[in-house]
């Protein structure tokens, strides 16, 4: 196999007739040229240059080999310069998973001004649970996931963390805890809660904060969709957790700062993966929705 750096050595001989010059302009030692001319002329089986004093002349092999060395110097160029637009341009296919949550109340402005800066893009969205989206990352199913991050580090995965979503505890307008004025987990634990199911990042996070005082919420329903635990704390079924976009005059807010917990909404991607460029695109246009 002919060597690239061999045959671009043989090409600037070829044009200063010295080994010298060559050295120059190829930012390489004189020692070095001499040295790949030798390997060239070694590999082909053929002389290339006879050198007469200090007059350095092609043979006749060398005059056969320099037009297509100097072929194989252009389509090496014009590679590169292909690649480059390549690179630059954003294109291709993106995959994304995202939870219902955060692709219907975070991501349509994102998702609209990508597709207008990137026409030659194209966007493949799963909607589906935080949990399920993660792991759609880790197994290399999805490039990118846009999701409730989660509070456990994974070494594979880099997380970047774009929004705050603050979760207040809420309970219906006649829910009996609207009447004290002051509310401990003790008082929060005598009655029904309806939360999300328990591999999900929001309920871990819950019981994290019931655990420490050795008690457990009395869940009396799982759901992972959030507008309907919405809906079944206003109808009176039980306490939640909930994310202040979907708080609305149904629902009463509980002053309890223990519960006031905060998740971290971000986007996620494997680290052993090299993003591509649309990938890197959407990310910035997270970061800039984020301020």
């Excluded at 240059?49 to 060395?69: N, S, Y």
């Excluded at 994304?96 to 975070?106: A, E, I, K, M, N």
């Excluded at 949990?131 to 999805?142: D, R, W």
């Excluded at 996931?145 to 456990?152: D, E, F, G, H, M």
């Amino acid at each position: 196999m002919l060597d690239i750096a061999e045959l671009l050595t043989f090409i600037k001989v070829a044009e200063t007739h010295s080994f010298s010059d060559a050295a120059t302009r190829l930012f390489v030692t004189q020692p070095a040229v001499s040295k790949r001319i030798a390997a060239l002329e070694s590999n082909l089986g053929v002389k290339l240059f006879d050198r007469i004093g200090r007059q350095v002349q092609l043979t006749e092999a060398g005059i056969r080999l320099l037009p297509k060395a100097r072929k194989m110097a252009e389509d090496l160029e014009d590679i590169k310069r292909s690649m480059t637009l390549q690179m630059q341009d954003v294109s291709g296919e993106l995959r994304l998973s995202t939870s219902h949550h955060v692709g219907l109340h975070r991501l349509p402005d994102s998702l609209k001004r990508f597709q207008q800066d990137y026409p030659s893009a194209q966007l493949e969205i799963e909607f589906t649970q935080s949990e399920e989206a993660y792991q759609h990352v880790l197994k290399g199913h999805a490039e990118l996931a846009v999701i409730t991050l989660s509070n456990k580090e994974n070494s594979l995965l880099e997380s970047i963390p774009i929004w705050s979503d603050p979760l207040t505890c809420v309970v219906s307008k006649d829910h009996p805890l609207t009447h004290l004025a002051q509310i401990s987990l003790v008082d929060l634990a005598q009655y029904p809660c309806v939360l999300p199911n328990k591999n999900t990042f929001t309920r871990q996070i819950a019981e994290q904060v019931f655990g420490k005082q050795g008690l457990k919420p009395q869940v009396r329903m799982n759901t992972n969709n959030l507008e309907t635990l919405a809906m079944l704390v206003s109808i009176g079924w039980g306490w939640s957790l909930l994310p202040s976009t979907l708080v609305d005059d149904r629902l009463t807010v509980l002053n309890f700062p223990e519960l006031n917990v905060e998740r971290k909404l971000g986007v996620l991607h494997h680290k052993q993966r090299t993003l591509s460029r649309a990938a890197n695109a959407f990310i910035s246009l997270l970061k800039q929705a984020s301020h």
